[in-house]
């Protein structure tokens, strides 16, 4: 295949795209209304959150680590969770992950992934121990894995279930959006997830009384936000306490403004994802040098990501790269790391992936005539 042509962009892995004109008029709105912070349209994207995923609860924080951080700490406090307690996770995914289980004094312990890269049922299985309080599982790229399974080990064990739902905004299972049998379910609205702002995300408790004690954890453990305090008709609405040591976590006006323009596309974005990825699935499964990620039935994924393993990925990559495409890495081994280091060796096969994989460029602004460039240049690499 002839080199790009250097009057064309290069191939990057992920270009979020922005509406721009609605964006700006929905950001219009806070600026004319004075209320840029929490509030006003924060409460607008919960409640269009709620009627897109038919989750019971919504509440829209200003990243997903903080409301990987904030499902740990409420489950800690409410069921009695003791420092040196577990959490099954995994070792294939972003540190944001394990890291909110460090944060309150808890230990992650690694189970091993499946051929979805979600974590595998028997390795978790396997994992549970006297010290185990829950599960958290990342659906990979959009992928749901064996999701269900995992979701009865929960019930079977008396264990939480947090979903890391970071890729996961519009994945379906068995024409539900994911979140269903899960006790808190948290999603990514970062500036290259499928659902774009700047930085921002949601954070889904199951329960009622968790969802408004969340609430306030992220403003400082204040019991009445300003917002609530601005529209409230009480004489006294001045007055509020302070019931914890919380976070800043909440989400703004001028984020939630381009999630719910983001909102109004993000099927028809990832279906376009969905078409991409086919195309470069029919152009690689054939090849023996290749592995490609597969899809379990019943998922209709985010499409996040197209994963790809393959030998010599370093090299493949410093290829892709002189072709003027350039693929990511999702993820390295978290046992790598030195904060980790006690893990090593406990998940083969999520360090043979980490070690092999490649995610291709994959976003809405790619072409069909993009992905069969990216697809054959890979091709012609793998197989010289």
Known sequence: MARRSKLLDPINLFVPKFRVEECLAEIRECLEAGWTGLGFKTVQMEQKWIAYTDLPHAH????????????????????????????????????????????????????????????????????????????????????TGQLSEIIKICQEHDLRLILDAAHMAGTRLDGQHVGQGADVTVFSFQAVKNLPTADAGMICFESATLDEEVRKWTWLGINKDTYTRTVSENRYRWHY?????????????????????????????????????????????????????????????????????????????????????????????????RMYADLQGSCPRAHRASERLISLPLHVSMTEQDASYVAQSLLEIVEA
């Open 60 to 143: 829209f924080i200003n990243s997903a680590t903080s409301g990987l951080h904030l499902a740990v700490r409420l489950l800690k406090d409410v069921d009695g969770w003791t420092e040196g307690d577990e959490i099954i996770s995994t070792a294939l995914t972003f540190v944001s992950t394990n890291h909110a289980i460090k944060y309150e004094g808890l230990n992650p312990v690694f189970a091993d992934v499946d051929e979805y890269l979600c974590l595998d049922p028997e390795a978790v299985r396997l994992a549970i121990t006297p010290r185990t309080r829950a599960i958290m599982f990342v659906g990979m790229g959009g992928n």
């Open 241 to 337: 306490d302070v019931e914890n040591v919380g976070y800043k976590y909440h989400g703004n006006s001028v984020m939630a403004a381009l999630a719910l323009v983001g909102l109004r596309y993000l099927d028809e974005d990832n279906a376009q994802r969905r078409n991409i990825a086919s195309r470069y699935r029919s152009m690689l499964s054939k090849s023996a040098n290749l592995s490609l990620v597969s899809i379990p039935e019943g998922c209709v994924s985010s499409q996040h990501l197209f994963q790809i393993m393959t030998d010599n990925r370093d090299e493949v990559m410093d290829q892709l790269n002189q072709r003027d495409i350039f693929p990511g890495v999702h993820y390295k081994d978290n046992a790598s790391y």
